[in-house]
Each structure stands twice: as C-alpha cells, then as structure tokens.
C-alpha cells in the first residue's frame, strides 16, 4: 500500500486585473508540486467561476476556458493527491455556495480527518468526497455560520480559522475567497507547510495594491509580485474587497517546517521561511563532502567522478564535487517528459518509470568509481535502479550518497512515506542497506548536518531553528494518535479506485 503526498501548489489572489492569468502563471511555476489535477476559481459580480480537470496544468486550461475565468478575486492549486479516489469532484478549488459563498484551497494533510468528517456528518453536514480539503471548507463554513452576521468581520474570520487550528490535527495551508468579502490565507500552528505574501503596484485595484499568497516566492516573482514576508505559524492574513489588509497570528506555537521543502520538493528559486532553497543545498553538499572524506580515508575509497541524479541533487552534487576535489558530470540523462518518480502513487509505476526517465552516458562510465548523490532514500526502489543502471553501463564502483539522513519513521504530515515497512531504512543497517541497494558504499548526510544546512542558508535564523524532521528522529510536532486510522481508510480508497 503506498500512499501520495499532498505537497500541492496553492495561490490565492485580490485586485488582480487578470487574476485567472497570474493565476495560471503561478500555476506554471508550482507544477513540481502536483501533476494529477489543476483548477482555478475566479469570483465577479457575475458569480463563481471555475475550471478544473485531472492532468497538468497546460492540459487543464486552454484559451476558451480561460476566458470564462472573470474577476480579480481569485485561487489556483496543482493537485497532489493523497486523500480520496482520484474523482473530479475532489479536484480543488472546492466550493460550498451557501451561506456565504466560499472558495478554498488547501496544501497539507489533516491527520484526524476521519473524526472531524463524522464530527460534520452529527451536525448534518453531508460532505461529497473522502477529501481533508472539504472537511476543512465544511469546518470553516460551520464556524463562521455560527456568528449568524450578514456582513463577516475580522473578529470572525479570526474565531473560525482559531477553532480550525483548535480542531485539525496535522499540516496545512490554506487561502480561500468568500464572496464579497475577500481573501483570507493562514497556516497552521507549526508552520509545517510553507506559504508567502507578495503585494504590486496595480493602478486597478483598491488602494492600488494588488495581493498574492501562494506555496513558494517563485510564483510571486513571476508574476511581479515583490515577496512582503512569510505568513507566520498560527497567522491569520485578511485582505478584503476595498484593499484592507488586517493579521494577527491566533496561536503562537514553535514554528517546525518541513525539511523536505529544502531538501527535496520546493524550486530551487524560491525561499521558504527566509532560508534560500539554492544555499540550502550547497550546504548539504559541502556538509556531506566532509563525512565522505572521513568514510573514504578510514576504508580507503577513491573516487573519479561526482555524478547527481537529477534534478534535485544537482546543486548539492556540485558544492560536495568542489569541495572534494573530484570532478563533476551530468551523466544520467533525463527524460524531460517523465513524471517525478517520487510522487508517482505505486512501486511499480516508479520502477517503469526509471527505465524511461533515465539513460546513462556510458562512454563516461566506463572504469569510473562514481559518487552517486541523490536527494535522499526513501524505499530504495529508484535508487536501486539508479544503482544498477550505472553498474551495467560500465562502473567499477558505485558509492550511493544521500544529501537526507536515512528516513527511518513514517510522515504523517504529507510525505509519501506513511507506512514505515516501506523504508529502507527501517530495521537495517548500513551494512544491510548497501547489500540491499547493490552499492559499494552507502552514505547518508546526519541529522545535526541536515539542520545546520538549512538554518545557516538563511540570514538571522535562529541558533534553535529545528525544522520537522519527525520521519528521522521520530519526533512529531503534533499528535499522530489517529494516524493509523488515516492510512487503513486511505488504503481502502486505493482499492475503490484512485487513479
């Protein structure tokens, strides 16, 4: 049983002239964060308007249905799927049209679902899909319905989104549109999934501000947008019809993003949390070079070729080849048009896709000894194939390299490693694991290194920074009590169809 990830792309957007446009350029930039679905949700004074499909982005929209987009109150998200079968109908944007007429958009994964959805289902609130988005739509809605006004203030967006963060267990970013009203954008109380705000001069909105949240800067950039700061862990941002921006953080907890976004899933463009994903992984490399060393000088390894394989190990591949004085080659090359094999949603589909994803230069293998680095190693199945490619095109030794310490604990908050039988690392030793992977040598960055990596990226980060690294050390920053309910009704969904 294997379970996706939801690192889903989000953006939201007011005073936009176009906001189904920026919207689908922002889209564009965050595909690396979903390929299953796209949608975007637009609101005029002519009503709710929406696109969504299965695929990628450029498949989804075309010139016609852009054209019904309308309006400069809008969302934008790339599907990830993690929880539900797969069905259109769980393809975000969600809407809900009474009482206020509500958009949303969600990256994360709630980890009580299953209770908060019978919790809605006793106040006979029927919902359409087995989705953590709807549930949340349906709490949020719930709660402001309660406040029983016909104009909401902030005070109400304020008590909703605080008995959300009371109520859901897990990860979650989140920007939604109410009608006539504005966009509200906030995250959850350990900041676990990222989200940023950006603002550009537009003659044409209120105030002559326009306004954009999304997962990552680099959709900002793209669009124009100059990065104002990070919403906070806990925020609430506001952002109303006539240009009125109001926040306040509702529950101050120690902030924990996820060290997969700098490791692995965000563009390597953006800054999360101050801290640039680039310099974040020159330093895994430069960190990782001086534990190669040590390995290479107490058992006597030599090497003639630092080789990534792509993409996300490049950066780090370079720094640990300068450092080690070894030279670096592009010698897996990749198939541009194959999916990330990462979020592919079975073991299967990522073995076949390997074969088509990946050819070796062969010429440039030939009698090397190659240091093989890779982001990190979650079940072995890609870096086994990896492994064994560069061995039948002509290596003599293959020294596998992880710029992540080994994954021994499953993540509960949207990696695609919930079940921990699945990890390699799980119950095995180094030994076991190179015997496993068909390595010479196996070498994974540390934990104190994975940290100081990251944290001295950035500018002024805190010396006790600590980023989620709960599949590492298994030390979650929430309750995962309920966890095992989510993975045996997630699987069963699997089984009912999921694409």
């Known amino acids: 049983m294997v379970i996706k ?40 004074s002519e009503g709710v308007h929406r696109v969504r499909n299965t695929g990628l982005v450029e498949s989804v929209f075309n010139r016609e249905n852009m054209e019904e987009l309308v309006g400069d109150l809008g969302l934008g998200h790339t599907r990830y799927s993690t929880a539900g079968r797969g069905t259109l109908a769980e393809v975000q944007p969600m809407i809900l049209t009474f009482p206020f007429g509500i958009g949303m958009i969600h990256n994360g994964n709630i980890v009580n679902s299953d209770e908060l959805a019978q919790e ?44 959300l963060h009371e109520k859901a267990i897990g990860s979650y970013s989140i920007a939604a549109v109410i009608a006539d009203h504005g966009l509200v954008a906030f995250r959850d109380p350990h900041g676990i999934r990222p989200i940023v705000w950006g603002t550009k001069v537009d003659a044409t909105a209120p105030g002559g501000i326009a306004h954009m949240v999304a997962s990552e800067t680099v959709a ?55 801290i640039p994903v680039y310099g974040a992984r020159i330093n895994l490399g430069k960190k990782l070079a001086v534990l ?32 080690l004085g070894v030279p670096y080659r592009e010698l897996l090359i990749k198939n541009r048009y194959i999916k990330r094999t ?42 086994k194939k990896i492994i064994e490619l560069v061995r039948n095109a002509g290596a003599t030794k293959v020294y596998f390299v992880s710029t992540c310490p080994p994954i021994k604990h499953p993540c509960f908050y949207g990696i695609d490693f919930p ?34 990596s990251i944290r001295d990226a950035g500018e002024g980060i805190a010396k006790d920074f600590l980023p989620c690294m709960a599949c590492l050390d298994g030390k979650y920053p929430t309750d995962v009590s309920t966890s095992q309910r989510m993975i045996e009704r997630r699987a069963t969904d699997r089984k009912g169809g999921q694409a």
């Open 5 to 44: 990830m939801p690192m889903c792309g989000i953006v939201g957007m007011i005073g936009a002239k176009d906001a189904s446009r920026e919207a689908l350029l922002a889209l564009t930039t965050l595909q690396h964060r979903g390929q299953d679905a796209a949608g975007i949700l637009t609101l005029s």
């Open 292 to 323: 190669i060393k040590e390995r290479m000088k107490a058992q006597g390894l030599e090497a003639d070729v630092v080789v990534p394989v792509p993409d996300t190990a490049r950066i780090a591949a370079i720094s640990l080849s300068e450092e």
């Open 220 to 274: 900002l950039e793209f669009n124009g947008y100059e990065l104002k700061r990070d919403i906070a862990p806990g925020e609430l941002l506001y952002i109303d019809v006539d240009g009125g921006v109001q926040t306040k953080v509702l529950i101050q907890k120690q902030a924990r993003p996820c060290m997969f976004e700098w490791i692995y899933f965000a563009s390597p463009e953006s800054v999360i949390d101050k």
């Open 419 to 452: 079940n921990q039988k699945e990890l390699i690392a799980y119950g095995r030793t180094d030994a076991e694991i190179e015997k496993e992977l068909g390595a010479d040598a196996v070498i994974y960055q540390d934990i104190e290194g994975l940290r100081e």
């Open 342 to 383: 990462f979020i592919l949603d079975n073991q299967d589909k990522r073995q076949k896709a390997v074969n088509m994803k990946l050819s070796p230069v062969k010429s440039e293998f030939v009698g090397k000894r190659v240091i093989l680095v890779d982001d990190s190693i979650v079940r072995g199945t890609t870096s």
């Open 120 to 163: 809605l289902k006793s106040t006979r609130r029927q919902l359409l899909t087995h989705s953590d988005t709807e549930v949340l739509l349906n709490l949020f809605a719930q709660a402001l319905t309660t406040e029983n006004n016909e104009h909401l203030s902030f005070e109400t967006f304020c008590k909703a989104v605080k008995t």
